[in-house]
């Protein structure tokens, strides 16, 4: 009997063992802070989300510093993808055709087609790279609709730097779409510049006859500048993101006689942050580097390291670039593999 009783006790304990290892862990409950911030980073990628798939056409005035130029806009998603139609309306006439993320700069002064890569967080596009890290680095707060924006009542976002290596944001979204219609870039003494629609058209309001241009290319010349992926750390570049940013792109431009310039470009998934790397001897007449330049929110600090000049530029705080390229070191190749 006492061996009986002994192996129940045996197999019982056997069995709850069983049951503790087979059972899943409950899942500790969100808190209500980052259920909030969920909800913020999912309102961001329906904006992002708005631009890519959406019919729309207006007008949309950019304000940087002194500076103020209006632009003409036609989307459209067709069976091809997404076409899109940008039209400078102020200063020297430009044209931007582009057919999904092949973009097509129409410059009539100089008879010259550039062709190159389109970048995802033009507006009304808003985010570039990983967005799901956001509420790291800005507090997120979203207000009511009664706002309005070309006529249009849209919400309102904004989101607060938690330090000092970006600038803040205040967004209004459509509503009804997502549409992002107008985007301010904040810094610590208030707003530096902003984009917003004037005029607003969508869905069957918008005309596929908006996406042809007016200029004529016969006989102008077309030029595409090559793009090959490189990784800059195996080519000796040792570079210290700000916290937050990671490589969306980084790559080698070919560029007017063979001149190879390196970019690299870095996100926080808002902010943006691109970097050149050219030899030096590559430019013509003198430079002066550790200077930096403003216009608006855009930002631009070069400087010399080694036998190279390093230029960022970004719409970030000057003080963000500046550390970054002062603290970038180069050790070439044969150096790395011998350390």
């Not at 631009?51 to 007008?59: N, P």
């Not at 890569?117 to 609709?145: E, M």
């Amino acid at each position: 009997m006492r061996v009986a009783r002994h192996a129940s006790r045996m197999l019982a304990i056997a069995c709850a063992l069983a049951w503790v290892i087979t059972t899943p862990a409950r899942a500790a409950e969100p808190s209500s802070d980052e259920v909030a911030a969920q909800q913020a980073v999912a309102i961001l990628q329906q904006i992002q989300t708005a631009a890519r798939t959406l019919d729309y056409s207006g007008v949309y005035t950019y304000q940087q510093g002194q500076a103020m130029v209006s632009s003409r806009i036609v989307h459209m998603v067709d069976g091809t993808g997404e076409r899109e139609r940008i039209e400078l309306l102020d200063g020297e006439p430009r044209e931007y055709i582009r057919h999904n993320d092949e973009s097509r700069c129409l410059m009539p002064s100089k008879k010259v087609v550039l062709i190159e890569d389109r970048r995802g967080d033009r507006f009304p596009g808003l985010l570039l790279g990983d967005s799901s890290n956001l509420p790291k680095f800005y507090q997120i707060r979203t207000g009511g609709s009664h706002y309005r924006v070309a006529g249009r009542e849209c919400q309102f976002i904004e989101l607060v730097p938690r330090d000092d290596a970006r600038y803040g944001y205040r967004l209004c979204a459509d509503t009804e779409t997502h549409l992002l219609l107008k985007a301010q870039v904040v810094g610590s003494h208030g707003m530096i510049d902003q984009i917003a629609f004037n005029a607003l058209s969508l869905g069957k309001q918008v005309s596929p006859e908006g996406l042809e241009s007016s200029l004529k290319t016969d006989g102008w010349k077309v030029v595409q500048s090559a793009m090959t992926p490189i990784d800059l750390s195996k080519k000796g570049w040792r570079i210290p993101y700000p916290p937050g940013y990671q490589p969306v792109v980084q790559a080698v431009r070919t560029m007017k006689h063979g001149r190879q310039v390196s970019q690299l470009v870095l996100a926080d998934g808002l902010a943006a942050v691109s970097i050149f790397i050219e030899p030096m001897g590559a430019e013509k007449g003198p430079r002066n580097g550790n200077e930096v330049a403003s216009t608006g929110a855009m930002n631009i600090f070069s400087t010399r390291v080694g036998d190279h000049w390093l230029t960022a530029l970004g719409e970030v705080p000057a003080q963000t670039l500046r550390e970054l390229v002062e603290r970038t070191e180069y050790v070439p190749p044969t150096q790395t593999l011998n350390n």
